[in-house]
């Protein structure tokens, strides 16, 4: 099933740029908090990245590739649908796993629970939610994902960027800095957001390739 | 070669110290001394608030004793500070592997000077209570003794009434004049449980009685009234009760002289001295902070005899009120004059400096070398004197006290100079190390190309994580932590692995399930620097789960009695094979039993206790015995297996037994595979008890492995790599010294034996790699039964690379950063952790150990 290519209107690709600012925006300015404060930072923060995510979404996806027929005349309002489903599938299905994820690679089990959660819902929206919105229940190309094999787009490096930015993150913890930003989950989190900023601008550049390996 | 450059090969003076004629004897304060060390004796246990030693607070309180922190240097263990603070020198690097090596002879004092030889070659006669260190030190010096071993850290109270029982005995008499006693117990809490364990405060409590009791003595008992007491730690402990390093808690025990006579000196005080207290500087800087080393000529010069010949230690000057005014300035020149000697040892041209006249209001400071500084003090001191002598003036008070400040000046400059000098670096040494270094490197990634392409991620994974590492080693944080770095790259590389496999098969999870191992894995045993004592699965989980950890102990030696079982002795027969299997667990598991029951009696759940009593009847060196026995029967038995089922020629493969058994199975793999269970079943003996269960999770991974078919070779390999450093740091192991496990070097050991204990050293601390070592033949077989000899070089080939990759950044890392803060604690020890683990581990058990078993298994 190819993605119809046709030629982002200049608008448009403003729009993936102006989002990708926000987002990092919205962790610089919020870092501080989310050193001083984790739990409650990431929780407030969760409407104004599905917001933002959502808002993106919307504006620059044509339609949910899911739709048999593409219609010529998407809408906002006939997106808005697929789009809070799958807004309520990265939530309910893409955070758990996520999180039963970072526990494995690491993350504590007894303790911080509520930062590692939230840390999963970030992450699963980062990652999870565009995905979800573009391939909607389609195996075979979720299989592509999962095996790294999928053609390159936005969604696809976005979500391979923000897990491996995750996992890049962990690297500063053990330094003697003693500093306050190298606890638990800070540095995951912002490995995540930088993460995925990068997939997600490289796989712009790049969209319609096929993976080099 | 780079060690003997890095390892600074330090002068020193043989023979005892004499008094030279220029050396005007002085009385002495003091005919008799009690040392009485107790071990890991942090500062604020006793000076702080909340300590035990009420009594001896009283003492400083009311100037009848004098508190110091005694600053000591790294390494923090035992035999290096006894050195320290008999010799009074700053015991070199080396000394850290003599201490695990004990009875090495050159490590011996005999050779050095020290003022327990002081008292013996003046006619006094000697005595030691306690920790066998200094019977092994100082072998022949001690007219009576009685040593205890510091084996199990268990042991709390034994220890500790094995030396106080011949207190009183000892105090009656009047023989001795010097009486050592060295207290191990609180160590032993401190290892066992830290020092905020319930245990610790009644251990001070007895120690403190123990001080009142020979107070008391030396002050009511006529024959001892001129006895100096002395109350000394040797080191202290971090927050998790270990010590080795350089932290602030490790480097400050306290130190406490006590004496009626002493009450001379506090009267000098302005303000008296209060007790408890407050630390002056940091945590732990209570009262002065003065160098351990300075222990030696203060009690040497307190009782009268001369100053160590090696001795870098500086003479307080506050103990010069213990001598007629007139005599201090004699007992200051002796500490200077036998510094001079060792200066002018190193610094040859401190001779002719130090002839050269003296200028007045010359600011020695602004000397352009340390040796002209020195030479400048040295003359602005022996000016001074000289005026002095000139004058004969008996009244000293204002000339005196400028003398003895500019001795003391000079003194503390000799020192400060002289430790600098003790790590002097051999640099042509060092480069020639590295280049030979680079040499290896070259020389096999050169080897190393040719072969490799077949699989371009584990190429690229390789180089990443063989970059990665070098380039860590100048990290000192990441050196301490390590394990972090092997844990973030078994995660990605499983990852990895595991997205791999989704692209050619569908349904295959066995990765996750690797994964999820791990991730218990992990978290088994704290390890590294910055969290040492959080808590994991062994410390918190256990204590109150014992019967799970039996339960999972039990598993692990059920599942290598099936594995030897299936494919052990399959000449004679299932039941003959099923008995041996038997046997030789069970041997294993009560030795472990045994050996848990002894160590930590309160990890045995009660439904084992019977057995555990049982066995205590057969002494452990036994049983340990009888487990390496039946092992290494099994084993010769195999290798004898092969060679017989070779000789019947191609059609004898199929001996009658194994033409019994219903699963047709090439006999060459059964052998391979045996000899691998026996080998488990000797790492199982050598692992401490409460990491046995993670060997059944190593197992776990290897079968998961194996049953991956499509992993290529080269994955296999830096698979085995990555779980080789792993589980090395998830039984517990670390860079740093004071994670050397020794509870199980002894085992089958009676005597001391240097070869055997340090094999069984070396096997306990690296049980985890050696599991992945034995198990490489056997993954890679499964990958190309076709050309196993070229599986195999290419997989020594890719470890090889590593290791000398690994080995020439930690060399590059220690050369460049030799003035680094932490080079004797973070990089020198992972120099000496790279070289076992590339010639110890890499070389015998890697190469060795796997070649070998090919070998068998090929015949």
Same mark, same amino acid.
């Given at each position: 099933?190819?993605?119809?290519?046709?030629?982002?209107?200049?608008?448009?690709?403003?729009?993936?740029?102006?989002?990708?600012?926000?987002?990092?925006?919205?962790?610089?300015?919020?870092?501080?908090? #989310?050193?001083?404060?984790?739990?409650? &930072?990431?929780?407030?923060?969760?409407?104004?990245?599905?917001?933002?995510?959502?808002?993106?979404?919307?504006?620059?996806?044509?339609?949910?590739?899911?739709?048999?027929?593409?219609?010529?005349?998407? &809408?906002?309002?006939?997106?808005?649908?697929?789009?809070?489903?799958?807004?309520?599938?990265?939530?309910?299905?893409?955070?758990?796993?996520?999180?039963?994820?970072?526990?494995?690679?690491?993350?504590?089990?007894?303790?911080?629970?509520?930062?590692?959660?939230?840390?999963?819902?970030?992450?699963?929206?980062?990652?999870?939610?565009?995905?979800?919105?573009?391939?909607?229940?389609?195996?075979?190309?979720?299989?592509?994902?999962?095996?790294?094999?999928?053609?390159?787009?936005?969604?696809?490096?976005?979500?391979?960027?923000?897990?491996?930015?995750?996992?890049?993150?962990?690297?500063?913890?053990?330094?003697?800095?003693?500093?306050?930003?190298?606890?638990?989950?800070?540095?995951?989190?912002?490995?995540?957001?930088?993460?995925?900023?990068?997939?997600?601008?490289?796989?712009?550049? @790049?969209?319609?390739?096929?993976?080099?390996? | 070669?780079?060690?003997?450059?890095?390892?600074?090969?330090?002068?020193?003076?043989?023979? #005892?110290?004499?008094?030279?004629?220029?050396?005007?004897?002085?009385?002495?304060?003091?005919?008799?001394?009690?040392?009485?060390?107790?071990?890991?004796?942090?500062?604020?246990?006793?000076?702080?608030?909340?300590? @035990?030693?009420?009594?001896?607070?009283?003492?400083?309180?009311?100037?009848?004793?004098?508190?110091?922190?005694?600053?000591?240097?790294?390494?923090?263990?035992?035999?290096?500070?006894?050195?320290?603070?008999?010799?009074?020198?700053?015991?070199?690097?080396l000394d850290v592997i003599l201490n695990f090596a004990e009875s090495d002879t050159t490590s011996s004092l005999a050779q050095q000077d020290n003022w327990l030889a002081q008292i013996k070659a003046n006619g006094g006669k000697l005595v030691m209570y306690g920790d066998d260190t200094w019977i092994k030190l100082f072998p022949g010096m001690f007219t009576r003794s009685d040593g205890t071993s510091s084996f199990f850290v268990s042991d709390f109270t034994e220890v500790d009434n094995n030396v106080t029982r011949h207190i009183d005995d000892e105090l009656a008499r009047d023989d001795w004049n010097a009486m050592?006693?060295?207290? #191990?117990?609180?160590?032993?809490?401190?290892?066992?449980?830290?020092?905020?364990?319930?245990?610790?405060?009644?251990?001070?409590?007895?120690?403190?009685?123990?001080?009142?009791?020979?107070?008391?003595?030396?002050?009511?008992?006529?024959?001892?009234?001129?006895?100096?007491?002395?109350?000394?730690?040797?080191?202290?402990?971090?927050?998790?009760?270990?010590?080795?390093?350089?932290?602030?808690?490790?480097?400050?025990?306290?130190?406490?002289?006590?004496?009626?006579?002493?009450?001379?000196?506090?009267?000098?005080?302005?303000?008296?001295?209060?007790?408890?207290?407050?630390?002056?500087?940091?945590?732990?800087?209570?009262?002065?902070?003065i160098e351990q080393s300075d222990l030696a000529p203060v009690i040497t010069s307190l009782l009268g005899l001369p100053v160590p010949r090696n001795n870098l230690g500086v003479f307080m000057p506050k103990f010069l009120q213990l001598w007629k005014s007139e005599e201090r300035v004699d007992v200051m020149m002796r500490n200077a004059r036998q510094l001079r000697s060792i200066v002018v040892a190193a610094y040859p041209e401190f001779e002719r400096l130090s002839q050269m006249p003296y200028a007045p209001h010359n600011q020695c400071g602004d000397s352009p070398s340390d040796v002209e500084e020195l030479a400048?003090?040295?003359?602005?001191?022996?000016? =001074?004197?000289?005026?002095?002598?000139?004058?004969?003036?008996?009244?000293?008070?204002?000339?005196?006290?400028?003398?003895?400040?500019?001795?003391?000046?000079?003194?503390?400059?000799?020192?400060?100079?002289?430790?600098?000098?003790?790590?002097?670096?051999?640099?042509?040494?060092?480069?020639?190390?590295?280049?030979?270094?680079?040499?290896?490197?070259?020389?096999?990634?050169?080897?190393?190309?040719?072969?490799?392409?077949?699989?371009?991620?584990?190429?690229?994974?390789?180089?990443?994580?063989?970059?990665?590492?070098?380039?860590?080693?100048?990290?000192?944080?990441?050196?301490?932590?390590?394990?972090?770095?092997?844990?973030?790259?078994?995660?990605?590389?499983?990852?990895? =692995?595991?997205?791999?496999?989704?692209?050619?098969?569908?349904?295959?999870?066995?990765?996750?399930?690797?994964?999820?191992? =791990?991730?218990?894995?992990?978290?088994?045993?704290?390890?590294?620097?910055?969290?040492?004592?959080?808590?994991?699965?062994?410390?918190?989980?256990?204590?109150?789960?014992?019967?799970?950890?039996?339960?999972?102990?039990?598993?692990?030696?059920?599942?290598?009695?099936?594995?030897?079982?299936?494919? @052990?002795?399959?000449?004679?027969?299932?039941?003959?094979?099923?008995?041996?299997?038997?046997?030789?667990?069970?041997?294993?598991?009560?030795?472990?039993?045994?050996?848990?029951?002894?160590?930590?009696?309160?990890?045995?759940?009660?439904?084992?206790?019977? %057995?555990?009593?049982?066995?205590?009847?057969?002494?452990?060196?036994?049983?340990?015995?009888?487990?390496?026995?039946?092992?290494?029967?099994?084993?010769?038995?195999?290798?004898?297996?092969?060679?017989?089922?070779?000789?019947?020629?191609?059609? %004898?493969?199929t001996t009658p037994s194994t033409a019994d058994q219903s699963q047709p199975t090439d006999p060459v793999d059964h052998i391979a595979i045996s000899m691998r269970e026996l080998t488990d079943i000797f790492l199982l003996t050598q692992t401490r008890f409460a990491n046995t269960p993670l060997i059944l999770l190593f197992r776990l991974i290897s079968r998961r492995l194996e049953s991956l078919k499509t992993l290529s070779a080269f994955e296999i390999t830096l698979t085995i790599l990555i779980l080789q450093h792993v589980s090395f740091f998830a039984l517990g192991g670390a860079n740093a010294i004071s994670s050397?496990?020794?509870?199980?070097?002894?085992?089958?050991?009676?005597?001391?034996?240097?070869?055997?204990?340090?094999?069984?050293?070396?096997?306990?601390?690296?049980?985890?790699?050696?599991?992945?070592?034995?198990?490489?033949?056997? #993954?890679?077989?499964?990958?190309?039964?076709?050309?196993?000899?070229?599986?195999?070089?290419?997989?020594?080939?890719?470890?090889?690379?590593?290791?000398?990759?690994?080995?020439?950044?930690?060399?590059?890392?220690?050369?460049?950063?030799?003035?680094?803060?932490?080079?004797?604690?973070?990089?020198?020890?992972?120099?000496?952790?790279?070289?076992?683990?590339?010639?110890?581990?890499?070389?015998?058990?890697?190469? %060795?150990?796997?070649?070998?078993?090919?070998?068998?298994?090929?015949?």
């Amino acid at each position: 099933m190819p993605t119809s290519q046709s030629k982002p209107h200049p608008l448009l690709a403003m729009g993936t740029h102006l989002h990708t600012a926000s987002l990092a925006s919205n962790l610089i300015l919020h870092f501080p908090k #989310l050193v001083s404060n984790p739990s409650s &930072t990431l929780l407030t923060t969760l409407p104004i990245l599905a917001l933002l995510q959502s808002g993106h979404l919307l504006l620059s996806t044509s339609s949910p590739k899911k739709r048999r027929k593409p219609s010529k005349t998407t &809408t906002i309002s006939t997106s808005i649908t697929p789009l809070f489903l799958s807004l309520t599938f990265s939530l309910l299905v893409g955070a758990p796993v996520l999180y039963l994820l970072l526990i494995l690679f690491g993350a504590p089990v007894t303790t911080h629970f509520s930062e590692t959660a939230l840390t999963a819902v970030h992450l699963s929206l980062l990652a999870c939610f565009p995905l979800v919105f573009q391939l909607g229940v389609d195996g075979v190309r979720w299989r592509e994902v999962v095996a790294c094999h999928a053609t390159v787009d936005e969604a696809f490096l976005g979500a391979v960027g923000a897990c491996v930015g995750a996992w890049a993150g962990a690297v500063p913890i053990p330094l003697d800095w003693d500093r306050e930003w190298q606890r638990w989950p800070v540095t995951i989190l912002t490995g995540a957001y930088a993460g995925y900023i990068v997939g997600k601008t490289v796989g712009w550049a @790049g969209r319609g390739r096929k993976m080099p390996f | 070669m780079f060690a003997k450059g890095f390892f600074p090969y330090k002068p020193f003076l043989p023979g #005892l110290a004499v008094f030279n004629e220029e050396d005007v004897q002085t009385p002495a304060p003091f005919n008799k001394v009690v040392f009485m060390v107790v071990d890991a004796l942090r500062s604020d246990f006793v000076f702080g608030e909340r300590s @035990g030693f009420k009594f001896t607070q009283s003492l400083i309180f009311s100037g009848r004793a004098i508190p110091f922190t005694a600053h000591a240097t790294s390494p923090t263990i035992t035999m290096p500070r006894v050195k320290a603070i008999t010799t009074g020198s700053i015991p070199g690097f080396l000394d850290v592997i003599l201490n695990f090596a004990e009875s090495d002879t050159t490590s011996s004092l005999a050779q050095q000077d020290n003022w327990l030889a002081q008292i013996k070659a003046n006619g006094g006669k000697l005595v030691m209570y306690g920790d066998d260190t200094w019977i092994k030190l100082f072998p022949g010096m001690f007219t009576r003794s009685d040593g205890t071993s510091s084996f199990f850290v268990s042991d709390f109270t034994e220890v500790d009434n094995n030396v106080t029982r011949h207190i009183d005995d000892e105090l009656a008499r009047d023989d001795w004049n010097a009486m050592v006693l060295h207290y #191990l117990g609180l160590d032993h809490i401190g290892h066992k449980s830290g020092p905020q364990s319930a245990f610790m405060l009644p251990k001070q409590v007895e120690m403190d009685g123990i001080v009142e009791r020979i107070y008391t003595a030396i002050e009511t008992q006529p024959h001892l009234d001129s006895t100096l007491f002395v109350l000394a730690g040797d080191h202290g402990m971090n927050d998790a009760g270990n010590h080795g390093g350089s932290g602030e808690g490790e480097t400050s025990p306290a130190l406490v002289f006590m004496s009626p006579k002493l009450k001379t000196i506090a009267s000098t005080y302005e303000v008296p001295l209060k007790a408890p207290t407050k630390p002056r500087s940091g945590e732990f800087g209570f009262y002065d902070t003065i160098e351990q080393s300075d222990l030696a000529p203060v009690i040497t010069s307190l009782l009268g005899l001369p100053v160590p010949r090696n001795n870098l230690g500086v003479f307080m000057p506050k103990f010069l009120q213990l001598w007629k005014s007139e005599e201090r300035v004699d007992v200051m020149m002796r500490n200077a004059r036998q510094l001079r000697s060792i200066v002018v040892a190193a610094y040859p041209e401190f001779e002719r400096l130090s002839q050269m006249p003296y200028a007045p209001h010359n600011q020695c400071g602004d000397s352009p070398s340390d040796v002209e500084e020195l030479a400048c003090l040295w003359r602005e001191a022996t000016y =001074l004197l000289g005026t002095r002598n000139r004058k004969n003036i008996v009244d000293t008070s204002e000339p005196a006290t400028a003398i003895h400040e500019s001795l003391w000046k000079l003194c503390t400059r000799y020192q400060q100079i002289l430790s600098g000098v003790a790590s002097n670096y051999d640099l042509r040494l060092m480069t020639g190390g590295i280049a030979l270094m680079v040499g290896a490197t070259i020389l096999s990634v050169v080897k190393l190309v040719p072969v490799i392409g077949e699989s371009s991620l584990a190429d690229l994974s390789f180089l990443a994580i063989t970059v990665a590492y070098g380039v860590m080693m100048f990290a000192s944080s990441f050196v301490e932590e390590e394990h972090h770095f092997w844990y973030w790259v078994a995660t990605g590389w499983f990852m990895l =692995l595991f997205l791999k496999e989704r692209r050619k098969s569908n349904g295959e999870f066995g990765l996750i399930f690797v994964l999820t191992l =791990l991730r218990i894995i992990r978290r088994w045993n704290q390890t590294g620097q910055k969290y040492a004592g959080a808590p994991d699965i062994v410390k918190s989980y256990f204590p109150e789960h014992t019967t799970i950890l039996w339960v999972l102990i039990i598993l692990t030696y059920f599942d290598v009695f099936v594995g030897i079982c299936r494919h @052990g002795f399959r000449n004679i027969g299932p039941q003959a094979a099923g008995i041996f299997a038997f046997t030789t667990t069970m041997a294993a598991f009560g030795f472990k039993l045994s050996f848990a029951a002894y160590d930590a009696m309160e990890l045995v759940p009660t439904w084992l206790m019977p %057995g555990a009593k049982a066995l205590t009847e057969v002494p452990l060196v036994n049983q340990a015995r009888a487990v390496f026995g039946v092992v290494g029967a099994g084993m010769l038995y195999t290798i004898c297996e092969s060679n017989s089922s070779a000789a019947m020629g191609v059609d %004898g493969n199929t001996t009658p037994s194994t033409a019994d058994q219903s699963q047709p199975t090439d006999p060459v793999d059964h052998i391979a595979i045996s000899m691998r269970e026996l080998t488990d079943i000797f790492l199982l003996t050598q692992t401490r008890f409460a990491n046995t269960p993670l060997i059944l999770l190593f197992r776990l991974i290897s079968r998961r492995l194996e049953s991956l078919k499509t992993l290529s070779a080269f994955e296999i390999t830096l698979t085995i790599l990555i779980l080789q450093h792993v589980s090395f740091f998830a039984l517990g192991g670390a860079n740093a010294i004071s994670s050397v496990d020794l509870s199980n070097a002894y085992n089958g050991v009676a005597g001391y034996n240097m070869v055997i204990v340090g094999f069984l050293t070396f096997v306990s601390n690296w049980v985890g790699p050696i599991f992945w070592a034995s198990a490489a033949p056997m #993954l890679l077989r499964e990958r190309r039964p076709a050309d196993a000899r070229e599986t195999w070089k290419k997989h020594v080939l890719v470890m090889t690379t590593f290791f000398a990759v690994a080995g020439l950044a930690v060399m590059a890392a220690c050369t460049a950063l030799r003035t680094h803060l932490f080079i004797w604690t973070v990089f020198s020890p992972k120099y000496l952790y790279l070289m076992t683990w590339s010639l110890g581990f890499h070389i015998v058990a890697g190469i %060795g150990w796997g070649s070998f078993m090919i070998a068998v298994s090929r015949k």
